[in-house]
């Protein structure tokens, strides 16, 4: 069993920058595929950014590439977001989740098992 918790959410004006982290209970933490996705108010849950069991690969949506980065801390239970030159169609909650199951399609969120809570990241124009 893995629970996450994510935190660093927030309201911030257009261009600003936040940091989300996502620290996860388990001592198996530092085996899985993590992932970031956000949901907006009527909107489906999407990708945002994936990194592998090592952090030897990340992957990222086309509408954060270039502004976000994901890492990770295995020695910590840590999974982060750094979000960076920030947009008001960045607004929504944002989750990370755990893949235990190695299902390789990182951008699909019916492939990940263990969810946080979310946090609300609201950006201003």
């Known amino acids: 069993q893995v629970q996450l918790l994510e935190s660093g959410g927030g309201l911030v004006q257009a261009g600003g920058s936040l940091r989300l982290s996502c620290v996860a209970s388990?001592?198996?933490?530092?085996?899985?595929?993590m992932g970031w996705f956000r949901q907006a108010p009527g909107k489906e849950r999407e990708f945002v950014a994936a990194?592998?069991?090592?952090?030897?690969?990340?992957r990222y949506a086309d509408s954060v590439k270039g502004r976000f980065t994901i890492s990770r801390d295995n020695a910590k239970n840590s999974v982060y977001l750094q979000m960076n030159s920030l947009k008001p169609e960045d607004t929504a909650v944002y989750y990370c989740?755990?893949?235990?199951?190695?299902?390789?399609?990182?951008?699909?969120?019916?492939?990940?098992?263990?969810w946080g809570q979310g946090t609300q990241v609201t950006v201003s124009s």
């Open positions: 990194i592998t069991w090592n952090a030897g690969r990340t």
């Open positions: 388990g001592r198996t933490f530092g085996t899985y595929p």
């Open positions: 989740a755990a893949d235990s199951n190695y299902s390789g399609r990182y951008y699909d969120w019916h492939e990940y098992n263990y």
